[in-house]
């Protein structure tokens, strides 16, 4: 069976729900996703990050598997972890059991100006562009002054894996570089969707309408935790962003 196919109408429909989403991520982590260990490069990033911060309170924020939290939490930080699937959260429980919350990104059960920091990884890619904006408003909203916002989404640089996307699967008419496939995920086939940024898109969405300024942004080539792409290597952003 091909790992990745053109996707219906009404697949396309609903993989812009909450539920279609969150099933999805219930499936994967049940089945075949194997990102429950940080990559050589991610270690590197989050140890030069560690260093550069002062210690204080961090949101794991679409934990999954909870290893960046298990990280900050190893080095002295108070963590929390939030996401929206339950498989991913009982995985995570037994990795780093506590301060786990089953929330959505763009509607967090936390009081303004909580959190030193927030790492918001590999996660705006998978979201609708509507909640992209409210999840980053959200975000913002949670974080205290000064605080730092850490991003992780994917590259429109990276030409492979755009490419395999644009062939596969059917573009967004009103959110350009978004795509949804059908993709196999255990032995189901489920649909898919994943935003390529540019880099103004990334920093323009993290600055528009919140109190963040980015402050840094690079490229971080990390494999994906997904079978039916080939758990290849991959092009991402990594963008800073302080509150102002």
Same mark, same amino acid.
């Given at each position: 069976m091909e790992k990745l196919s053109k996707?219906?109408? &009404?697949? +396309?429909?609903s993989v812009q729900s909450h539920d279609v989403l969150e099933s999805l991520w219930n499936q994967e982590f049940a089945t075949t996703y194997e990102l429950k260990n940080l990559s050589e490069s991610t270690l590197k990033y989050f140890s030069s990050l560690n260093n550069r911060l002062k210690k204080g309170i961090l949101l794991d924020n679409g934990c999954g598997t !909870?290893? $960046? &939290? &298990? =990280? =900050?939490e190893e080095r002295g930080w108070t963590c929390f972890g939030s996401d929206i699937t339950r498989e991913g959260l009982k995985v995570a429980s037994r990795l780093s059991p506590t @301060?786990? $919350?089953? !929330?959505?990104a763009h509607d967090l059960p936390f009081k303004g100006?909580? =959190?030193? !920091? +927030? $790492? =918001?990884?590999?996660?705006?890619?998978n979201i609708t562009k509507k909640v992209r904006k409210k999840s980053v408003i959200e975000a913002s909203r949670v974080l205290k002054k000064n605080g730092i916002l850490v991003?992780?989404?994917q590259s429109k640089e990276d030409k492979d894996t755009y490419s395999k996307y644009k062939e596969n699967g059917i573009e967004l008419d009103d959110d350009p570089n978004t795509f949804v496939v059908n993709q196999v995920v255990g032995n189901k086939v489920m649909p898919y969707m994943k935003h390529f940024?540019? &880099? @103004?898109? +990334? +920093?323009k969405e993290l600055e528009e309408n919140t109190h963040l300024e980015v402050v840094r942004i690079k490229i971080i080539e990390e494999k994906s935790g997904f079978e039916a792409v080939g758990r290849k290597i991959q092009k991402y952003w990594i963008i800073e962003a302080i509150k102002q």
């Open positions: 996707p219906s109408q &009404k697949d +396309i429909q !909870a290893r $960046i &939290k &298990k =990280f =900050f @301060n786990l $919350i089953y !929330a959505p100006d909580f =959190f030193d !920091a +927030i $790492i =918001f990884w590999r996660v705006l890619h991003c992780c989404v940024y540019s &880099k @103004n898109e +990334i +920093i």
